[in-house]
């Protein structure tokens, strides 16, 4: 997998800081749903930190070490995390994803980005998300209301 970015003490001081797995998971939930992505997108667990550049859109979150780290959504997608997951936010897309890697075909694929196409301006419940991953450019999607809840 794809090394995450590295997260500098400089790029600390210009962010919003967070620890603790409870607020990080809100304020997680709360920027996907304000970048109009659905908060149990990637269902992440056992936050330590999580930061927020606004001016850049930079993302980290910092997991506690665990054996797996995995999440099986109701569509059989399963995302797997790294102990740390950086990623650049902006409307409707996450960029320059490292630290996710989901299952097809028994094989896993780091993921680099997720969009939302949406069919209908007015409401992303008949929209489609899209996983897109770094090998050879493949992707997948799925319709946004798999992911509205964890």
Known sequence: MKM????????????????????CRDKF??????????????????????GYVKEVGFVWLRLRKEEKNEHRFDNNVVLRFDNVVTAYFEP????????VKA??????FPLCEIYVDVNDSSSLKVSNITFKTSAAGLS??????VFWSI
Do not use: N, R
């Open 4 to 23: 995450s970015l590295e997260i500098t003490e400089e790029m600390k001081a210009k962010a919003e800081v967070y620890h603790g797995d409870e607020i």
């Open 29 to 50: 939930m709360l920027l996907l749903s304000e970048i109009g992505l659905p908060a149990g997108l990637l269902a992440l667990q056992h936050i330590e930190e999580c």
């Open 92 to 99: 409707k897309k996450i960029k320059k994803l490292t630290g």
């Open 103 to 108: 299952k097809e075909f028994l094989i896993w």
């Open 140 to 145: 997948k999607s799925f319709p946004v209301s």
